[in-house]
């Protein structure tokens, strides 16, 4: 399953548009665009982003050179509805009495939002599996920790191994 049609073609090209276009209007910026030039939120936007994959990804039964994006239109389903459900959870009475609610101290909201931000990301690694078999299929594999990184100011001042520089970042994290 490959996520990225070839390029070669007129037929591919309208494929990497329609991902690209799609993958626009379902991701924040018409939130954005609505909420600052005209002061609106729509609640129900989120089903109308939703409506519109689902849509795209059943086109490709009907259209053969979208198949190719239906794995794509999957997986922002599934991330779509593991991060609506982790809002869900969220708000649950439970939830908000392990950790605060809007009483939380900044350790506990912090907790309470990488968990859930944890469980999406779980989630996801799981639908990945299924759909590629391997990690290595879905570019989930360790790099070449030696490979040098450039310096960053105030962290270090000289090129040193991805490998140092990922327990200096976790220290600062």
Same mark, same amino acid.
Request: charged share 10%.
């Given at each position: 399953?490959?996520?990225?049609p070839? !390029? !070669?073609?007129?037929?591919?090209r309208?494929?990497?548009w *329609?991902a690209? @276009?799609?993958? $626009?209007?379902?991701? !924040?910026? #018409?939130?954005i =665009?609505? &909420?600052e030039f005209?002061?609106? &939120? +729509?609640g129900?936007l *989120?089903w109308?982003k =939703?409506?519109l994959l689902?849509? /795209?990804? +059943?086109l490709?039964? /009907?259209? &053969? #050179? $979208?198949r190719s ?14 991060e609506?459900?982790?809002?869900l959870?969220?708000g649950?009475?439970l939830?908000q009495?392990?950790?605060g ?5 900044f350790?506990q ?8 931000r944890?469980?999406v990301a779980?989630?996801m690694v799981? @639908?990945l +599996?299924v759909?590629?078999k391997?990690?290595?299929?879905f570019?989930? @594999? &360790?790099?070449?920790l030696?490979a040098v990184?450039?310096? *960053? #100011?105030? +962290?270090?001042?000289? #090129?040193?191994?991805w490998k140092? /520089?990922?327990? *200096? ?5």
């Amino acid at each position: 399953m490959n996520l990225i049609p070839d !390029t !070669t073609s007129h037929t591919s090209r309208a494929i990497t548009w *329609i991902a690209w @276009v799609s993958m $626009l209007c379902v991701s !924040t910026l #018409p939130d954005i =665009l609505l &909420r600052e030039f005209f002061d609106i &939120r +729509l609640g129900w936007l *989120i089903w109308a982003k =939703l409506a519109l994959l689902v849509a /795209l990804g +059943l086109l490709g039964f /009907l259209w &053969r #050179p $979208l198949r190719s994006l239906q794995s794509y239109y999957l997986i922002l389903v599934v991330l779509f509805t593991a991060e609506w459900a982790s809002g869900l959870l969220a708000g649950t009475a439970l939830w908000q009495s392990w950790f605060g609610g809007s009483n939380a101290g900044f350790t506990q909201s912090m907790l309470s939002t990488q968990l859930l931000r944890l469980g999406v990301a779980v989630v996801m690694v799981g @639908v990945l +599996l299924v759909l590629f078999k391997k990690p290595k299929n879905f570019f989930f @594999v &360790r790099g070449d920790l030696q490979a040098v990184a450039q310096p *960053i #100011p105030l +962290l270090m001042d000289k #090129p040193n191994s991805w490998k140092k /520089l990922g327990w *200096i970042l976790a220290v600062c994290i």
